[in-house]
């Protein structure tokens, strides 16, 4: 059974930062691209950006894209979002999810998600 559990979210104020991490279990972790989504309320889920199996390559959403830093650890299961100066419009429930695709975008793009956390920008 796979399952994706993140952790690390919480109520930061503008400027500050925050390091998300996504444990994984149940697959073979590094036979997955991994990516970071949001969700707002009232909004699409959003993507945020995604690495590649060996962390290789990242790619990332313009609304991140010099201040969000994905990585990961395939020894320890583990995908990682590390966000600086940060936002109140980064204030979404964050989710991350795996793929088998290459650079994968879109939702429909990947096979399993996790419950996600909030994060909260105040300003």
């Known amino acids: 059974q796979v399952q994706l559990v993140e952790s690390g979210g919480g109520l930061v104020q503008a400027g500050g930062s925050l390091r998300l991490s996504c444990a994984a279990s149940?697959?073979?972790?590094?036979?997955?691209?991994m990516g970071w989504f949001r969700q707002a309320p009232g909004k699409n889920r959003e993507f945020v950006g995604t690495?590649?199996?060996?962390?290789?390559?990242?790619y990332y959403a313009d609304s991140g894209k010099g201040r969000f830093t994905i990585s990961r650890d395939n020894a320890k299961n583990t995908l990682f979002l590390q966000m600086n100066n940060l936002k109140p419009e980064d204030t979404a429930r964050y989710y991350c999810?795996?793929?088998?695709?290459?650079?994968?975008?879109?939702?429909?793009?990947?096979?399993?998600w996790g419950q996600g956390t909030q994060v909260t920008v105040s300003s």
């Open positions: 999810a795996t793929s088998r695709k290459l650079t994968p975008v879109l939702t429909s793009q990947y096979d399993y």
């Open positions: 149940g697959l073979t972790f590094s036979s997955y691209d």
């Open positions: 690495i590649s199996r060996i962390g290789s390559s990242t």
